[in-house]
T-cell receptor, first 112, second 111 residues
Framework: DSGVTQTPKHLITATGQRVTLRCSPR?????VYWYQQSLDQGLQFLIQ???????AKGNILERFSAQQFPDLHSELNLSSLELGDSALYFC???????????FGSGTRLTVV | GQSLEQPSEVTAVEGAIVQINCTYQ??????LSWYQQHDGGAPTFLSY????GLEETGRFSSFLSRSDSYGYLLLQELQMKDSASYFC????????????FGQGTELSVKP
């Protein structure tokens, strides 16, 4: 157990629907990062939050949004889902250079 | 923009040494990290280089040349369990900066 908790582990939904992915960072970590990994691809940075505020944005679609709550957990909302949104979605926390990010086990989203 | 290039796959035999190269183009470079990922599992941190030179952690070493925008991960005494994908990642920003990942190198270790 890395200390970063992601739920659900698996999600199957239909095109056009909306889903929410949840992440609880490791205790003491203020930063949360969201990444998308499509089949056999690298990790694409989506968005970063630090202590409740958006810190950096990557190639996140307008259909996607995120927030970080006062208890530091974060949610990634994906709407108007398309087949191409099927991917692994990872959350990570931490980010001290010499200890790196700690990743959660991911949410596997399948859009049918 | 930013880009990282690494070989898509590498094959080696148990007990051997393998080197996975990474070249990058980015602005705001703070360091190069390496991560390991087994079969869609959580990526795990291996090493970080902020300055030129070699960093050693057990069987794994990582090297950085900032002037060449180049780094590599060296794995020694390969074991079957080292079969995984390895990602280099550029750190943009110092404390808590975001990471930009390469496409990954799939390492297959054969007996």
């Amino acid at each position: 157990d890395s200390g970063v908790t992601q739920t659900p582990k698996h999600l199957i939904t239909a095109t056009g629907q909306r889903v929410t992915l949840r992440c609880s960072p490791r205790s003491g970590d203020l930063s949360v990062y969201w990444y998308q990994q499509s089949l056999d691809q690298g990790l694409q940075f989506l968005i970063q939050y630090y202590n409740g505020e958006e810190r950096a944005k990557g190639n996140i679609l307008e259909r996607f949004s995120a927030q970080q709550f006062p208890d530091l957990h974060s949610e990634l909302n994906l709407s108007s889902l398309e087949l191409g949104d099927s991917a692994l979605y990872f959350c990570a926390s931490g980010g001290q250079p010499r200890s790196g990010y700690t990743f959660g086990s991911g949410t596997r989203l399948t859009v049918v | 923009g930013q880009s990282l290039e690494q070989p898509s796959e590498v094959t080696a035999v148990e007990g051997a040494i393998v080197q996975i190269n990474c070249t990058y183009q980015t602005s705001g470079f703070y360091g190069l990290s390496w991560y390991q990922q087994h079969d869609g599992g959580a990526p795990t941190f291996l090493s970080y280089n902020a300055l030129d030179g070699l960093e050693e952690t057990g069987r794994f070493s990582s090297f950085l040349s900032r002037s060449d925008s180049y780094g590599y991960l060296l794995l020694q005494e390969l074991q079957m369990k080292d079969s995984a994908s390895y990602f280099c990642a550029v750190r943009r920003g110092n404390q808590g900066g975001k990471l930009i990942f390469g496409q990954g190198t799939e390492l297959s270790v054969k007996p």
